[in-house]
């Protein structure tokens, strides 16, 4: 297994601009965890699905981001429109609810916007 | 919801020494502990973890300890190394409101040579 994909790994974009970040979760994984990690901040969780259903959004800084997950093994962060503050790594897990069970990173989105 | 708090922020060691790194927890319904370990520009990455069940754990030069009673839990490194300078994250996980981890702010270790 490749283990969880994301793309791109990293974008540059000028403010107001839509950006959209994608996460392909581990196979047989149902739980899908989208964090934003900056030096002053730390890991946040932003949001986080349990079998394609948003379950607590309440990380999500403002109307301006949204995550879907159109199907079981794939997600989207998107933000529009974009500010520099937003500048940080986006990275995504993927764990399996089943039981306990280890949460898996993606290698992460580094976002510059200028 | 779950407060996990992770102290301290920042630690420094001599190579060989030992590091301990520790963190409390809020809800006694958390059941599972893991520690991951993130180099500089690369994701997280479990090191070791522990379920309530299990008060110590051990990986070569890595243990883990769980108190249930005081909700805390610490990770402790033995003989260090350059290569285990790292930011160290802790995080609590209770599959019974969800399955979300909460997780520490972290602590950047840094192993002296």
């Known amino acids: 297994d490749a283990g969880v994909i994301q793309s791109p790994r990293h974008e540059v974009t000028e403010m107001g601009q839509e950006v959209t970040l994608r996460c392909k979760l581990i196979?047989?994984?149902?739980?899908l965890f989208w964090y934003r990690q900056t030096m002053m901040r730390g890991l946040e969780l932003l949001i986080y699905f349990n079998n394609n259903v948003p379950i607590d959004d309440s990380g999500m800084p403002e109307d301006r981001f949204s995550a879907k997950m159109p199907n079981a093994s794939f997600s989207t962060l998107k933000i529009q429109p974009s500010e520099p503050r937003d500048s940080a790594v986006y990275f995504c897990?993927?764990?399996?609810?089943?039981?306990?069970?280890?949460?898996?990173f993606g290698p992460g989105t580094r976002l510059t916007v200028l | 919801g779950e407060n996990v708090e992770q102290h301290p922020s920042t630690l420094s060691v001599q190579e060989g020494d030992s590091a301990v790194i520790k963190c409390t927890y809020s809800d006694s319904a958390s059941n599972y502990f893991p520690w991951y370990k993130q180099e500089l520009g690369k994701r997280p990455q479990l090191i070791i973890d522990?379920?309530?069940?299990?008060g110590e754990k051990k990986d070569q030069r890595i243990a883990v300890t769980l108190n249930k009673t005081a909700k805390h839990f610490s990770l402790h490194i033995t003989e260090t190394q350059p290569e285990d300078s790292a930011v160290y994250f802790c995080a609590a996980f209770q599959g019974n409101t969800g399955n979300q981890f909460y997780f520490g702010t972290g602590t950047s270790l840094t192993v002296i040579p």
């Open positions: 196979s047989g994984h149902n739980s």
């Open positions: 522990i379920r309530s069940n299990v």
């Open positions: 897990a993927s764990s399996f609810s089943g039981g306990v069970s280890e949460q898996f």
